[in-house]
Protein backbone atom coordinates (compact mmCIF):
# COMPACT_ATOMS: atom_id res chain seq x y z
CA UNK A 1 0.00 0.00 0.00
CA UNK A 2 1.41 3.29 -0.79
CA UNK A 3 1.65 6.47 1.62
CA UNK A 4 -1.12 7.84 -0.47
CA UNK A 5 -3.52 5.53 0.82
CA UNK A 6 -2.23 5.28 3.79
CA UNK A 7 -2.96 8.79 4.27
CA UNK A 8 -5.87 10.43 2.67
CA UNK A 9 -5.15 14.25 1.54
CA UNK A 10 -8.43 15.83 0.88
CA UNK A 11 -9.07 19.36 0.33
CA UNK A 12 -12.48 20.43 1.43
CA UNK A 13 -13.10 24.32 0.75
CA UNK A 14 -10.43 26.20 2.81
CA UNK A 15 -9.84 22.92 4.70
CA UNK A 16 -7.04 20.33 4.47
CA UNK A 17 -8.11 17.14 5.98
CA UNK A 18 -5.63 14.41 6.99
CA UNK A 19 -7.10 10.73 7.46
CA UNK A 20 -4.96 7.94 8.69
CA UNK A 21 -5.82 5.17 6.35
CA UNK A 22 -4.62 1.65 8.34
CA UNK A 23 -7.63 0.90 10.45
CA UNK A 24 -6.52 -2.40 10.59
CA UNK A 25 -3.48 -1.44 12.46
CA UNK A 26 -5.27 1.54 14.02
CA UNK A 27 -3.92 3.82 11.74
CA UNK A 28 0.24 3.24 12.96
CA UNK A 29 2.40 5.36 11.41
CA UNK A 30 4.96 4.41 9.35
CA UNK A 31 7.57 6.19 7.82
CA UNK A 32 6.25 7.15 4.49
CA UNK A 33 2.97 8.44 6.24
CA UNK A 34 5.09 10.56 8.28
CA UNK A 35 6.86 11.71 4.85
CA UNK A 36 2.85 12.34 3.26
CA UNK A 37 1.58 14.01 6.36
CA UNK A 38 4.95 16.16 6.46
CA UNK A 39 4.86 17.08 2.91
CA UNK A 40 1.48 18.25 2.61
CA UNK A 41 1.78 20.22 6.22
CA UNK A 42 5.00 22.15 4.50
CA UNK A 43 2.80 22.76 1.21
CA UNK A 44 -0.41 24.09 3.25
CA UNK A 45 1.28 25.92 5.59
CA UNK A 46 2.66 28.47 2.18
CA UNK A 47 -1.14 27.92 0.80
CA UNK A 48 -2.72 31.23 1.01
CA UNK A 49 -5.95 29.01 -0.11
CA UNK A 50 -5.70 26.94 3.11
CA UNK A 51 -7.41 28.48 6.84
CA UNK A 52 -7.34 25.58 8.73
CA UNK A 53 -6.18 21.52 9.13
CA UNK A 54 -7.79 18.45 10.29
CA UNK A 55 -6.67 15.14 10.97
CA UNK A 56 -8.80 12.11 12.15
CA UNK A 57 -8.43 8.71 11.47
CA UNK A 58 -9.92 6.05 9.41
CA UNK A 59 -12.17 3.80 11.50
CA UNK A 60 -14.05 2.90 14.33
CA UNK A 61 -11.07 1.70 16.69
CA UNK A 62 -8.76 5.28 17.01
CA UNK A 63 -6.87 7.72 15.77
CA UNK A 64 -3.45 6.10 15.55
CA UNK A 65 -1.37 3.26 17.78
CA UNK A 66 1.61 4.59 17.24
CA UNK A 67 4.50 3.99 15.25
CA UNK A 68 4.67 0.66 13.36
CA UNK A 69 6.52 -0.81 16.08
CA UNK A 70 7.16 -4.27 14.20
CA UNK A 71 9.46 -1.92 11.69
CA UNK A 72 11.39 -0.59 14.71
CA UNK A 73 12.21 -4.18 15.67
CA UNK A 74 13.21 -5.56 12.50
CA UNK A 75 15.84 -2.16 12.12
CA UNK A 76 16.94 -2.63 16.10
CA UNK A 77 17.81 -6.29 14.92
CA UNK A 78 19.78 -4.71 11.61
CA UNK A 79 21.93 -1.77 12.10
CA UNK A 80 19.36 0.27 13.09
CA UNK A 81 19.48 3.27 10.36
CA UNK A 82 15.82 2.60 9.41
CA UNK A 83 14.48 3.12 13.00
CA UNK A 84 17.17 6.11 13.24
CA UNK A 85 15.73 7.74 10.22
CA UNK A 86 12.00 7.35 10.96
CA UNK A 87 12.01 8.54 13.98
CA UNK A 88 14.36 11.82 12.29
CA UNK A 89 11.69 12.48 10.44
CA UNK A 90 8.29 11.65 13.20
CA UNK A 91 9.90 14.30 15.39
CA UNK A 92 10.82 16.72 12.99
CA UNK A 93 6.91 16.15 11.89
CA UNK A 94 5.78 16.63 15.79
CA UNK A 95 8.20 19.99 15.92
CA UNK A 96 6.52 21.12 12.28
CA UNK A 97 2.47 20.60 13.96
CA UNK A 98 3.70 22.80 17.34
CA UNK A 99 4.48 25.46 15.29
CA UNK A 100 2.28 25.60 12.68
CA UNK A 101 1.09 28.60 11.78
CA UNK A 102 -2.55 27.69 11.33
CA UNK A 103 -5.30 26.14 13.24
CA UNK A 104 -4.13 22.56 13.41
CA UNK A 105 -7.59 20.07 14.45
CA UNK A 106 -7.02 17.00 15.81
CA UNK A 107 -10.03 14.83 16.43
CA UNK A 108 -8.34 12.07 18.83
CA UNK A 109 -11.35 9.74 19.40
CA UNK A 110 -10.64 6.08 20.14
CA UNK A 111 -6.80 4.89 20.36
CA UNK A 112 -4.24 7.41 20.61
CA UNK A 113 -1.01 6.07 21.63
CA UNK A 114 2.56 7.07 21.20
CA UNK A 115 2.99 7.94 17.70
CA UNK A 116 -0.49 9.14 17.59
CA UNK A 117 -0.34 11.46 20.49
CA UNK A 118 2.69 12.81 18.75
CA UNK A 119 0.24 13.94 15.39
CA UNK A 120 -2.22 15.51 17.85
CA UNK A 121 -1.15 16.78 21.10
CA UNK A 122 1.20 19.41 19.91
CA UNK A 123 -1.88 20.55 17.65
CA UNK A 124 -3.49 24.17 18.84
CA UNK A 125 -6.92 22.41 18.86
CA UNK A 126 -7.30 19.14 20.22
CA UNK A 127 -10.48 17.35 20.62
CA UNK A 128 -11.40 14.14 22.73
CA UNK A 129 -14.48 11.88 23.12
CA UNK A 130 -15.97 9.54 25.59
CA UNK A 131 -14.26 6.73 23.31
CA UNK A 132 -10.41 8.69 23.51
CA UNK A 133 -7.78 6.33 25.46
CA UNK A 134 -4.29 8.49 25.35
CA UNK A 135 -1.14 7.17 26.52
CA UNK A 136 2.98 6.36 25.94
CA UNK A 137 3.13 2.81 26.17
CA UNK A 138 6.89 2.44 26.04
CA UNK A 139 8.08 1.19 28.81
CA UNK A 140 5.52 -2.16 28.06
CA UNK A 141 7.99 -2.68 24.97
CA UNK A 142 11.67 -2.05 26.26
CA UNK A 143 11.40 1.48 25.03
CA UNK A 144 10.82 5.43 26.60
CA UNK A 145 8.13 7.97 25.96
CA UNK A 146 8.96 9.91 22.69
CA UNK A 147 7.57 11.96 19.80
CA UNK A 148 7.67 14.69 22.69
CA UNK A 149 5.75 12.37 24.76
CA UNK A 150 7.98 13.81 27.83
CA UNK A 151 7.63 17.27 26.97
CA UNK A 152 3.90 16.66 27.65
CA UNK A 153 4.32 14.55 30.39
CA UNK A 154 6.89 16.52 32.33
CA UNK A 155 4.91 19.70 32.22
CA UNK A 156 1.46 17.83 33.52
CA UNK A 157 -0.03 18.69 37.19
CA UNK A 158 2.56 17.40 39.96
CA UNK A 159 4.05 13.79 39.47
CA UNK A 160 1.02 12.88 37.27
CA UNK A 161 2.71 12.32 33.83
CA UNK A 162 5.35 10.18 35.64
CA UNK A 163 3.13 8.16 36.66
CA UNK A 164 1.60 7.62 33.42
CA UNK A 165 5.43 7.54 31.70
CA UNK A 166 6.33 4.55 34.43
CA UNK A 167 3.56 2.44 34.36
CA UNK A 168 2.58 2.99 31.01
CA UNK A 169 -0.86 3.71 31.75
CA UNK A 170 -3.52 5.15 29.73
CA UNK A 171 -6.35 8.15 30.52
CA UNK A 172 -9.65 9.05 29.05
CA UNK A 173 -10.91 12.22 28.12
CA UNK A 174 -11.36 14.21 31.32
CA UNK A 175 -7.66 13.46 32.40
CA UNK A 176 -6.26 14.14 29.18
CA UNK A 177 -7.47 17.86 29.76
CA UNK A 178 -6.32 18.05 33.03
CA UNK A 179 -3.06 17.02 31.94
CA UNK A 180 -2.72 18.91 29.43
CA UNK A 181 -2.76 16.47 26.07
CA UNK A 182 -6.27 17.63 24.97
CA UNK A 183 -8.64 21.21 25.57
CA UNK A 184 -12.18 20.13 24.21
CA UNK A 185 -14.47 17.40 24.90
CA UNK A 186 -17.08 16.23 22.12
CA UNK A 187 -18.99 13.73 22.24
CA UNK A 188 -18.39 11.26 19.34
CA UNK A 189 -21.77 10.99 18.29
CA UNK A 190 -21.08 14.85 17.57
CA UNK A 191 -17.78 14.43 15.38
CA UNK A 192 -19.56 14.37 12.16
CA UNK A 193 -21.06 17.67 12.55
CA UNK A 194 -18.35 19.11 13.92
CA UNK A 195 -16.37 18.14 10.88
CA UNK A 196 -19.03 19.54 8.55
CA UNK A 197 -18.75 22.72 10.61
CA UNK A 198 -15.09 23.08 10.76
CA UNK A 199 -15.59 22.78 6.72
CA UNK A 200 -18.19 24.94 6.09
CA UNK A 201 -16.54 27.96 8.31
CA UNK A 202 -12.61 27.25 8.56
CA UNK A 203 -11.58 30.81 8.83
CA UNK A 204 -8.57 30.78 11.40
CA UNK A 205 -9.92 33.05 14.11
CA UNK A 206 -13.51 31.28 14.16
CA UNK A 207 -12.22 27.47 14.66
CA UNK A 208 -12.44 27.39 18.40
CA UNK A 209 -15.98 28.61 18.14
CA UNK A 210 -17.14 26.30 15.70
CA UNK A 211 -15.70 23.69 18.34
CA UNK A 212 -17.20 25.06 21.48
CA UNK A 213 -20.04 25.11 19.56
CA UNK A 214 -20.59 21.08 20.04
CA UNK A 215 -18.40 20.44 23.18
CA UNK A 216 -19.40 19.44 26.44
CA UNK A 217 -17.83 19.98 29.83
CA UNK A 218 -15.40 17.61 30.68
CA UNK A 219 -16.11 14.42 32.16
CA UNK A 220 -14.75 13.12 35.28
CA UNK A 221 -11.06 12.85 36.05
CA UNK A 222 -10.41 10.15 37.99
CA UNK A 223 -6.32 9.68 37.70
CA UNK A 224 -6.27 13.10 38.48
CA UNK A 225 -8.31 12.86 41.61
CA UNK A 226 -5.25 10.31 43.00
CA UNK A 227 -2.81 13.03 42.81
CA UNK A 228 -1.93 12.77 46.73
CA UNK A 229 -0.48 9.44 46.68
CA UNK A 230 0.76 9.71 43.15
CA UNK A 231 2.55 13.05 43.86
CA UNK A 232 4.22 11.58 46.98
CA UNK A 233 4.93 8.52 45.72
CA UNK A 234 6.42 9.60 42.15
CA UNK A 235 8.27 13.20 43.82
CA UNK A 236 11.30 10.10 44.82
CA UNK A 237 14.63 10.74 43.83
CA UNK A 238 14.99 6.97 42.50
CA UNK A 239 12.95 4.58 40.79
CA UNK A 240 13.41 2.17 43.63
CA UNK A 241 12.42 5.00 46.13
CA UNK A 242 8.96 5.34 44.02
CA UNK A 243 8.39 1.59 44.43
CA UNK A 244 9.11 1.58 48.17
CA UNK A 245 6.77 4.58 48.71
CA UNK A 246 4.22 3.06 46.24
CA UNK A 247 4.58 0.02 48.31
CA UNK A 248 4.28 1.49 51.82
CA UNK A 249 1.69 3.63 51.02
CA UNK A 250 -1.31 0.80 51.73
CA UNK A 251 -3.26 1.10 48.95
CA UNK A 252 -4.48 -1.42 46.38
CA UNK A 253 -3.88 1.61 43.64
CA UNK A 254 -0.50 2.64 44.72
CA UNK A 255 0.32 -1.38 45.69
CA UNK A 256 -0.67 -1.73 41.89
CA UNK A 257 1.15 0.97 40.43
CA UNK A 258 4.23 -0.44 42.09
CA UNK A 259 4.04 -3.95 40.62
CA UNK A 260 3.01 -2.48 37.28
CA UNK A 261 5.94 -0.60 36.84
CA UNK A 262 8.22 -3.64 38.35
CA UNK A 263 6.93 -5.63 35.49
CA UNK A 264 8.24 -3.00 32.48
CA UNK A 265 11.59 -3.01 31.12
CA UNK A 266 13.85 -1.60 34.19
CA UNK A 267 16.09 0.00 31.77
CA UNK A 268 13.39 1.92 30.37
CA UNK A 269 11.77 2.96 33.42
CA UNK A 270 15.18 4.18 34.85
CA UNK A 271 15.98 6.03 31.68
CA UNK A 272 11.97 7.41 31.45
CA UNK A 273 12.51 8.63 35.03
CA UNK A 274 15.65 10.69 34.01
CA UNK A 275 14.50 11.97 30.77
CA UNK A 276 11.24 13.24 32.41
CA UNK A 277 13.28 15.21 34.65
CA UNK A 278 15.56 16.52 32.37
CA UNK A 279 12.79 17.25 30.19
CA UNK A 280 11.39 19.53 32.93
CA UNK A 281 14.73 21.90 32.66
CA UNK A 282 14.42 22.64 28.83
CA UNK A 283 12.96 25.10 27.70
CA UNK A 284 10.80 23.64 25.06
CA UNK A 285 9.72 21.09 22.73
CA UNK A 286 12.36 21.43 20.24
CA UNK A 287 14.71 21.01 23.10
CA UNK A 288 13.12 17.72 24.20
CA UNK A 289 13.06 16.16 20.57
CA UNK A 290 16.69 16.53 20.13
CA UNK A 291 16.76 14.92 24.13
CA UNK A 292 14.79 12.22 22.62
CA UNK A 293 16.34 11.63 19.39
CA UNK A 294 19.66 10.96 21.39
CA UNK A 295 17.54 8.62 23.85
CA UNK A 296 15.82 6.17 21.25
CA UNK A 297 19.20 5.71 19.14
CA UNK A 298 20.73 4.62 22.20
CA UNK A 299 17.72 2.36 22.67
CA UNK A 300 18.32 0.39 18.99
CA UNK A 301 21.27 -0.70 20.85
CA UNK A 302 19.57 -2.49 23.88
CA UNK A 303 17.71 -5.89 23.98
CA UNK A 304 14.99 -4.83 26.00
CA UNK A 305 13.46 -3.08 22.89
CA UNK A 306 13.65 -5.97 20.54
CA UNK A 307 12.35 -8.24 23.22
CA UNK A 308 9.65 -6.02 24.34
CA UNK A 309 8.14 -5.56 20.93
CA UNK A 310 8.55 -10.04 20.36
CA UNK A 311 6.63 -9.82 23.60
CA UNK A 312 3.65 -7.83 23.17
CA UNK A 313 3.57 -7.31 19.36
CA UNK A 314 5.09 -10.52 17.61
CA UNK A 315 4.83 -13.72 19.77
CA UNK A 316 2.21 -11.97 22.27
CA UNK A 317 3.53 -14.14 25.05
CA UNK A 318 3.45 -11.15 27.26
CA UNK A 319 6.52 -12.45 28.97
CA UNK A 320 9.48 -10.44 28.57
CA UNK A 321 12.91 -11.42 29.39
CA UNK A 322 14.53 -7.93 30.29
CA UNK A 323 18.52 -7.59 30.39
CA UNK A 324 18.98 -6.74 33.22
CA UNK A 325 15.46 -8.17 34.99
CA UNK A 326 16.05 -5.49 37.89
CA UNK A 327 15.68 -1.83 39.00
CA UNK A 328 19.12 -2.86 40.42
CA UNK A 329 21.21 -4.18 37.64
CA UNK A 330 20.70 -0.33 35.53
CA UNK A 331 23.59 0.95 36.75
CA UNK A 332 24.25 3.57 33.70
CA UNK A 333 22.01 6.01 32.07
CA UNK A 334 24.31 8.55 31.53
CA UNK A 335 24.85 6.82 28.34
CA UNK A 336 21.70 7.16 26.75
CA UNK A 337 21.93 10.85 27.01
CA UNK A 338 24.92 10.86 24.69
CA UNK A 339 24.89 12.71 21.21
CA UNK A 340 23.29 10.11 18.74
CA UNK A 341 25.57 8.94 16.27
CA UNK A 342 23.82 9.72 13.49
CA UNK A 343 24.22 13.63 14.27
CA UNK A 344 21.67 16.57 15.78
CA UNK A 345 18.28 16.17 14.89
CA UNK A 346 18.29 19.76 14.07
CA UNK A 347 15.49 22.38 13.16
CA UNK A 348 12.77 21.38 10.12
CA UNK A 349 12.59 22.68 7.03
Given amino acids: ?58 GERGLCA ?22 RDEYLLNARIARYPKPYVALMDGVVMGGGVGVSAHGSVRVVTERSKIGMPETTIGFTPDVGGTFLLSRAPGELGTHLALTAGSVGAGDAIRLGLADHYVPSERLP ?33 ERDWIDACYSARTAEEIVARLRDRGTSEAEKAAETVLSKSPT ?82
Fill in 193 to 225: GLTEALFSDPSADKVTAVVERFAEPAPEAPLSA
Fill in 1 to 58: MSSEQEVLVEVRGRVGHLTLNRPRAINALGHPMVQCLDETLTAWEEDDRIDTVVIDGA
Fill in 268 to 349: SVKVTLEALRRARGLPDLPSVLEQEYRVSCAFLAEPDLAEGIRAQVVDKDRDPRWDPPTLAGVTDVERFFAPAPTGPLGPAG
Fill in 66 to 87: GGDVRLIRDSALGDGSGAAAFW
